[in-house]
């Protein structure tokens, strides 16, 4: 133990004297400034290794806004057509066809529906302004053209 404290010290002396010995004298000097050195050394890396986790960890990108249209849709439409179904009246569902067949395909006629409502559909014109409607049209439409594809529960 002591012959491994003595090497240390005729280790450290040694760099004392090399490195510093024409400029300080004595090794206090040197000591306290090794001191000041791995002070600094070790409060950087405190500062630099949470930054470099941060720099590793990928920022998540905020989610795309929802197009109105699909949000209006999914507040009031989704509880009986989700994914473009109908729950109620399974063949009035909002498929292409089928709003070929009911002659349903084209905005003004979804607008119309909507406005005024349809026997166990019921009328949105009180509760969405025309904004709202022509939005939710659109949506409707353009997710038939393609088969619900992109919605989050597919027509079946
Ligand atoms: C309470 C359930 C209900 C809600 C909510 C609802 N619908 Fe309907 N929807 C129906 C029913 C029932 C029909 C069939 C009406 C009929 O012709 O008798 C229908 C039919 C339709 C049709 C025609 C489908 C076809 O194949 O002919 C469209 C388009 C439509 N709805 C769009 C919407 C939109 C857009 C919304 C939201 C703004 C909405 N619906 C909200 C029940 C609902």
Redesign the pocket.
Known sequence: MQILLRSVQRFVQSFNNLAWNNRVRGGRTFLVLRIILIVLIMSSLMFVTPALAAIETPVPLPPLPVPLGER??TA??A???IGGN????A?????KD??A??E?NSIA??KT??TLG?????A?GDN?NSAE?EA??RY?LTQSQQDWKRSSVGLQ
């Open positions: 209006i849709f009031n439409c509880a009986c057509h109908n729950i109620i009246i063949e009035k569902n909002l498929s089928a709003l067949k009911y349903m006629a979804i529906q909507v349809k026997n166990a559909m019921p949105f969405l409607i939710v049209a409707v």
